[in-house]
């Protein structure tokens, strides 16, 4: 019967195959699939314009493939987006959790506030470790957007006794006292195995009057 431990490993194995996965894909769909929705979004405007100069009746069809092309171009950038945010890779982790809290608020109108402290914004984080500490936030705002039918978000950050503390809070329903229990309830076993590969931990709990706060402490 394997240990513990060796479970762990095999799950923190998976997930960095996952990853990996998402990255292959988002670059895939970059590359291959917007080159050719750009090729077919140049064809259509060419034919536009050159029914334009033919003094031909504009096309009611061809324009609206046009607003089509324009979803799904709008469709596949979200998609790579949710796959591998480019800011992550290019700014930082810090960023690409602004990034993501304005997505939220852009997407379902629920205020997301970042608050991130000085001493934190200047370090520097590995890419493993920034994409497990991006994913895990994530996880938590989809779980409130999801779950907690509330009306605001927030996210501090600081640094505390040679840690970075994340807490992501709502002011939902709160969180019943079974789910506290079983932390599959919640996806929190694959944060959990995300926040232990580095080291860090996990915790949930009420607020002190109502909502939700998931802590991450991850050690940099």
């Known amino acids: 019967m394997a240990s513990n431990e060796e479970l ?3 799950s923190q194995y998976l997930e960095k195959v996952r990853e990996e996965e ?38 009611a069809q061809l324009a609206r493939a046009s607003q089509l092309l324009d979803s799904a171009v709008d469709t596949m950038r979200r998609i790579i987006s ?10 930082g982790v810090w960023t690409a959790i602004e990034w993501y809290a304005g997505q939220i608020e852009e997407r379902t109108g629920l205020p997301c506030k970042v608050s991130i402290a000085a001493e934190v914004a200047a370090i520097e984080v590995d890419p493993e470790r920034a994409t497990a500490m991006f994913r895990i936030v994530q996880e938590a705002l989809s779980n ?16 505390e006794a040679g840690a970075v503390m994340i807490a ?52 940099v």
């Open 8 to 10: 762990r490993q095999l």
């Open 22 to 59: 998402r990255v292959r894909i988002a670059r895939e769909l970059h590359d291959d699939l917007g080159s050719t929705l750009t090729g077919v979004k140049w064809s259509i405007a060419m034919a536009i314009d050159r029914a334009q100069e033919a003094a031909l009746p504009a096309d």
């Open 82 to 91: 949710d796959l591998r945010p480019s800011v992550l890779d290019h700014l």
């Open 144 to 159: 409130f957007v999801r779950h907690a039918r509330a009306s605001r978000a927030e996210i501090r950050i600081r640094r």
């Open 168 to 219: 992501v809070e709502d002011d939902g329903v709160g969180i019943a006292d079974d789910a506290l229990i079983k932390t599959e309830s919640w996806g929190l076993l694959g944060m959990q195995e995300r926040a232990a590969r580095f080291g860090g931990s996990i915790t949930l709990s009420r607020g002190v009057r109502e909502g939700t706060i998931l802590v991450l402490r991850m050690p």
